[in-house]
């Protein structure tokens, strides 16, 4: 049974909003930590005000990976919930 039936409309909009708050909040701590990791990793010097070619092709590799991953994980999370929304209750 889809719990958010079992609420008002009022209710249901207010865990929708919360919801949607907690998932632009999850992306911009990823992006965050995305950012944070490569700068991290790649930027090694600062004797110029702007990024060399290898700081480049690091930060833009690293980003790649990045996202990657966490489309991995998101994938990985939905096939996880979709398996217990599926299982057969205890």
Not at 5 to 29: N, P
Request: hydrophobic content about 40%.
């Amino acid at each position: 049974m889809d719990f958010l039936s079992a609420l008002s409309d009022d209710e249901r909009q207010v865990v929708e909003q919360t919801i949607a708050t907690l998932g632009a909040k999850a992306e911009s701590e990823m992006k965050m930590t995305m950012v944070n990791k490569c700068f991290n990793m790649c930027v090694t010097s600062f004797k110029s005000r702007t990024l060399d070619r290898d700081e480049r092709v690091c930060i833009s590799n690293c980003a790649v990976r990045f996202l990657k991953a966490m489309d991995r994980v998101g994938m990985r999370f939905a096939e996880e919930n979709s398996n217990m929304m599926n299982a057969p209750p205890q």
